[in-house]
């Protein structure tokens, strides 16, 4: 068995098993080659075929970060988009994320020479999709630099306390929804404090990085390739001290984040109790109904209180416009959110706000079949 050593950077010689490099075209062809084969062995939970595909194909000369990224988050990325489309249940798209971390777990690694320096990579709080996180980690590690991956949920606080210890030169936090966002903004804000400056990325910062910008990130990558090419052509800039630092939010000064945000569990509770008064039909449910609906309404306050924070309805609308395509490939109609869109405004009739980004997500839904 052979192995051939380098810098670690995709697109440059890098440590793998077996096999000559691929040329690009060959690498992209093969990618999708093993994509598919690991995702035959991930759709039928078999761990040990999974295992041997990623071995295969570090063999036949792929390179990790192009199996990391490319195989494994390519087929990671299916997962959700079957997940949607009903084709997978929970319990398949659980069994398949877990394989695809232990996968993850079983790349070959080898300490670099020479460290391009310490980062920490974690999640913000309350964000419990970590497998992106840990691809990007992974990709850095791959590129030279020492990695301190924390994982999901990890608390403001304790990540300030780990960059002290660790004398980490930046922070790279991973969100996926945008009901992640105030407290992203919260550990942003913290982490800067202490002169440490932050790269952010994922879904929840939006696919162009405006959420990133309005939160007072240093930068923003839309992927992990991206990330790691940003942190390789040099330092972040160094954050603001506080005293200088701009009031990025003023339009939380109406509270009206605040006020939703607070009384989330009340607006459910009232909205559901009305709903059953406007709908006989739900008097009928079992207690897995109510529980289901109960919990489609909590999501829907969650996000309306996301795109009051950012004050952007975007966040509000993309999110039903998910939830309907979820809801549609689940023979639900989109328009059943409706009722509950209305009754939503009903209730926060003093938060003009609220009450327009509500209406443009009932727009939104109205233009669907």
């Known amino acids: 068995m052979t192995t051939t050593s380098a810098p670690g950077r995709d697109g440059e010689p890098i440590r793998h098993r077996g096999g000559a490099r691929l040329a690009a075209p060959e690498r992209a062809e093969q990618a999708v080659e093993w994509m598919d084969k690991l995702w035959t062995a991930v759709r039928t939970a078999d761990e040990y075929s999974a295992l041997d595909v990623i071995d295969n194909a570090l063999e036949a000369g792929l390179a990790a970060e192009t199996v990391l990224l490319d195989v494994i988050g390519a087929v990671q990325h299916k997962v959700g988009v079957e997940w949607a489309a009903n084709r997978m249940s929970v319990a398949d798209e659980h069994a398949a994320t877990a394989i695809n971390d232990r996968v993850i777990a079983a790349l070959p ?75 992203a903004h919260a550990a942003i804000t913290a982490v ?80 559901s109790q009305r709903l059953e008064r406007r709908l006989p039909a739900m008097r009928s449910y079992d207690d897995e109904q109510r529980e289901r609906t109960a919990e489609d309404l909590a999501h829907i306050v969650d996000f309306l209180a996301a795109a009051l924070y950012v004050d952007d309805a975007d966040v509000f609308t993309g999110f039903l416009t998910w939830t309907a395509e979820v809801l549609t490939a689940r023979g639900v109609p989109a328009h059943s959110l409706l009722p509950g869109l209305d009754l939503l405004e009903e209730q926060l009739h003093d938060f003009p706000r609220a009450r327009a980004v509500i209406g443009t997500g009932r727009a939104e839904l109205a233009t669907r079949p």
């Open 109 to 183: 690694r080898q300490r670099p020479a020479t460290s391009r320096g310490k980062l920490t990579v974690a999640c913000v709080d309350k964000e419990w999709h970590a497998l992106p996180a840990r691809l990007l980690a992974e990709t850095l590690r791959l590129r030279g630099w020492q990695v301190g991956y924390l994982g999901a949920q990890v608390p403001t606080a304790h990540l300030v306390s780990q960059i002290h210890r660790s004398g980490a030169t930046a922070v790279c936090l991973s969100a996926a929804l945008p009901t992640r966002l105030p407290p």
């Open 192 to 271: 800067q404090a202490v002169g440490t400056p932050v790269m952010v990325g994922g879904l929840a910062f939006g696919t162009d990085g405006r959420h990133a910008r309005s939160l007072g990130a240093d930068a923003w990558a839309p992927e992990a390739r991206a990330a790691a090419d940003r942190l390789a052509a040099g330092p972040l800039p160094r954050p603001r001290p506080p005293h200088q630092a701009v009031d990025d939010l003023p339009h939380l000064a109406d509270q009206e984040y605040t006020m939703v945000a607070r009384s989330a569990r009340s607006l459910v509770r009232e909205t």
